[in-house]
């Protein structure tokens, strides 16, 4: 009896596990801006390693130096100043979309979702909640979503932060899966 529950048990774990489909990309995007009144700040970075599951599991992972400004002086401002990218080299999110039955990932259709979890940056974890979207078109996924975070959450200082820099960045992310 043990050795039938147990085979039970076993084909169930495994017809499971060949349902879920797991989206990847190695090529996403993160772009962050901030306005004050004496400068915007933008930058972009497009190599954002993302997995995106059918069952709501999500990651990305970059690399703070990835990000690319239009300014040299402000990538190194932002790398060597206020990142400290040497000490903490990339951001990472972990999280989940809370309302993944409503996503349909073999039905072309554009799904808003609503996304939590932690997101570390710069050495310092948060737990971050947001909105996005999935949208499914022909068989590929894409993910985007805007949110705002505040540089004191994640012990972001620098020397020169003062009022050239807003004290909330917002945040936007934009991944093509394969």
């Known amino acids: 009896m043990r050795y039938v529950l147990a085979m039970l048990i076993a084909i ?3 017809a ?3 349902d879920q489909k797991i989206y990847q990309t190695k090529s996403g995007k993160v772009s962050f801006f901030s306005s004050t009144l004496i400068e915007d700040i933008a930058a972009v970075n497009n190599q954002v390693d993302s997995k995106l599951s ?4 999500m990651i990305f992972q970059l690399a703070i130096r990835g990000f690319r400004f239009e300014n040299a ?22 999280g989940r979309i809370t309302n993944i039955a ?3 990932f073999d039905k072309d259709g554009t799904y808003k979702t609503a996304v939590a979890g932690e997101l570390e940056i710069h050495g310092v974890k948060q737990n971050v909640t947001t909105n996005g979207t999935i949208d499914v078109k ?3 996924v894409a993910a985007k979503s805007s949110f705002k975070i505040k540089l004191a959450d994640y012990g972001i200082k620098g020397t020169l932060i003062g009022d050239k820099i807003a004290k909330e ?3 936007t992310v934009d991944c093509k899966y394969d």
């Open 138 to 140: 022909a068989g590929k």
């Open 73 to 94: 002086t402000m990538q190194e401002h932002f790398n060597e100043n206020y990142m400290e990218s040497d000490k903490y080299p990339k951001a990472v999110f972990k």
């Open 12 to 14: 169930s774990a495994t």
């Open 102 to 104: 409503d996503v349909n």
């Open 169 to 171: 960045l917002t945040i």
């Open 16 to 18: 499971f596990t060949t």
């Open 54 to 57: 059918n069952n709501g599991q």
